[in-house]
């Protein structure tokens, strides 16, 4: 059917316009402190799309989501520096781990609804916490875990912001690209039938439970490689990074960009990574910042920023136009 | 072509269904009537493997389906309409017929053969295309109940189980959704199974019929000769009776 097709393109146009937009934005940093803080916008959306895969489109919270993150943070460090294994092999079988890990979990945690599920993943996140804490032996404990290596490729050694920028911002693209054929799929009708009324879901054929529980352990997942590319980032880990806190601030992303919107998730983590840099003068009342934020877009923005901006731009628009004809 | 045999299905502690045993053969259009909490959308529910039966046999086609999960059932060939029509509201509608075929993107038959069947649809629901980019949530009550319709046939059943598809409706759109429900079974062979609060409508247009009181079957018997029934009309067509009465 055409109507399909042209959708499809209409997606594909608009991935192509955030590929360049992502792509020549370090041209406008030239090289300074802000290249450094999109490396970690990138890592963030990376996490972002990964929840709002299953926030968004299943309607299932995690809020443990910081723990998947940094179990692939943890078990990269330790596989490459304390064992000297090969990067990118680390990663990819840590993701394995990390997600059949989820996929155990999240039978059992899964059955569970709203605020006991919300109850649930966050106990995971706090038990996996204080693992990182006191496993110290393997981890460092609280102090951290120091020297890990950078990743490289073909001799080329990233440990640069700039070569870490394309290298973080390669992987996100390509992870939002087949973000968006998944849930322009069947399986994205799925997981959307899933939000809206699980009975009738399973009455049309979905198989609600195996379903739920695969788009979690893909979303944990996507999140222990946001944790191995941090970790060979930063060269250093500790667990502060893997808190509740983290948790909470990844589902605020995902809730200010926009719930089942791919592009929120995006706006969601720039516009909560930039913040920090922007209220270093609050100091410590950020925290306060971030609560007044949530209640503002929830009142006035309940759709997102993805959902808002245009919308508000459209009302301007709207408004100066019929100013300017009031003038002539 | 179904055969359900002394099936008994519980809530907890509540013993909703007892001993219950109903049969279709194929093409015909049975339908289940009963008051309020007599246990209609239970046997629907236990036929789609909503919520199981706890002892019984239900065969479908001579293979014995109790047991196996609500995807597997719809995959089979049965297909649920549900009571309160549960159309997935902030999704299209297009979106919403397409979850309707949802086992089949998987199967061999090609999406061609799905794009066709959307197709027939808006044929058969023209309303329906053109709202096809509206959410869900924002039909009429009658749209709603031509897209849970339209939405469970994209399945393909053989087997249709309609839970009071006329409930809250206008009664020219009642009429609508009765004359698609005959030219299901004329032009597809559909077998349908139709629970109805609506009794003298529904016997008028089915072939059989069974009345449930209190998770049993009392009465069982052609269409026709329940509509004369007189406990039947005393019970569940007793408004018309008063209407003849003032008359
Ligand atoms: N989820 C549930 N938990 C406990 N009891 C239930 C549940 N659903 C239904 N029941 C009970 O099972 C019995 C049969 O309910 P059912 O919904 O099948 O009735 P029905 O004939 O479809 O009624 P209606 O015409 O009102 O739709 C009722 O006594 C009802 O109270
Ligand atoms: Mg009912």
Redesign the pocket.
């Known amino acids: 059917m055409t109507k399909s097709r042209s959708f499809l393109k209409h997606e594909m146009v608009k991935f192509i316009l955030f590929t360049i937009l992502i792509l020549f934005l370090p041209l406008a940093f030239k090289g300074g402190y802000l290249l450094n803080v999109f490396v970690f916008v990138g890592i963030h959306t990376l996490l972002a799309v990964a929840l709002n895969l299953l926030l968004g489109y299943a309607g299932q919270i995690s809020l443990g989501h910081a723990a998947f993150f940094g179990l692939g943070a943890y078990a990269s460090g330790i596989l490459t520096a304390t064992h000297g294994q090969n990067p990118w092999l680390a990663m990819a079988v840590v993701a394995a781990a990390v997600g059949t890990l989820a996929f155990i979990i999240g039978f059992p945690i899964l059955k569970l609804k709203g605020h006991y599920l919300a109850m649930a993943t966050l106990g995971f996140g706090i038990i996996v916490y204080i693992a990182f804490n006191e496993a110290v032996e393997l981890t460092g404990g609280p102090s951290g875990f120091s020297g890990i290596p950078n990743l490289s490729l073909g001799g080329v050694s990233f440990d640069t912001d700039f070569k870490n920028y394309y290298l973080i911002w390669g992987m996100t693209l390509v992870t939002i690209l087949l973000s968006l054929n998944l849930v322009n799929s069947r399986i994205g009708r799925g997981l959307r039938a899933i939000h809206d009324s699980e009975v009738a879901a399973r009455v049309m054929g979905v198989n609600v439970r195996f379903l739920k529980v695969q788009i979690f352990a893909l979303s944990a997942v996507i999140s222990s490689i946001a944790g191995s590319l941090y970790a060979h980032t930063m060269t250093f880990v500790s667990p502060t990074s893997f808190g509740f806190n983290f948790s909470v601030e990844l589902v605020t992303m995902v809730i200010i960009g926009g719930l089942g919107s791919i592009y929120g998730s995006f706006l969601g983590a720039a516009l909560l990574t930039l913040l920090p840099e922007i209220l270093r003068a609050f100091q410590d009342y950020d925290i306060v910042v971030y609560g007044l934020l949530l209640i503002f877009m929830t009142m006035f923005m309940p759709g997102g920023l993805v959902r808002g901006i245009p919308a508000l731009v459209g009302r301007i628009v709207m408004r100066s136009g019929a100013g300017s004809k009031a003038d002539a | 072509m179904l055969k359900i045999k002394n099936i008994n299905t519980f809530?907890?502690k509540?013993h909703?269904?007892k001993n219950i045993s109903i049969h279709l053969k194929q093409g015909e259009i049975v339908t289940?009537i009963?008051?309020?909490?007599?246990?209609?959308?239970?046997?629907?529910?236990s036929i789609s493997a909503v919520?199981p039966p706890a002892t019984g046999q239900i065969h479908f086609d001579d293979q014995d389906i109790a047991g196996l999960g609500p995807d597997r059932i719809v995959k089979l060939g049965i297909c649920q309409v549900p009571?309160g029509r549960q159309v997935f509201k902030p999704l299209s509608v297009e979106d919403n017929l397409e979850l309707g075929a949802y086992l089949r993107y998987r199967g061999r038959e090609g999406r061609s053969a799905i794009r066709k069947d959307l197709d027939d649809m808006y044929a058969l629901f023209p309303r329906l295309h053109e709202r096809r980019k509206q959410a869900a949530g924002t039909l009429s009550g009658g749209e709603q109940q031509m897209l849970a319709m339209g939405r469970a046939l994209m399945a393909r059943p053989r087997l249709l189980l309609l839970?009071?598809p006329s409930m809250g409706l206008a009664p020219l759109v009642v009429q609508e959704i009765f004359r698609v429900i005959e030219q299901l079974r004329s032009e597809r062979g559909t077998t349908v199974l139709l629970?109805e609060?609506n009794a003298k409508a529904a016997l008028k247009m089915a072939d059989r019929g069974y009345v449930?009181e209190?998770?049993k079957v009392v009465l069982e018997g052609v269409a026709s000769e329940l509509l004369e029934n007189k406990e039947v009309q005393r019970a569940y067509l007793g408004k018309d009776k008063k209407e003849i009465w003032e008359r």
């Open positions: 809530y907890g509540v909703a269904l289940l009963g008051a309020n909490g007599a246990g209609k959308t239970t046997i629907l529910n919520t009571e839970d009071e629970v609060q449930l209190t998770g």
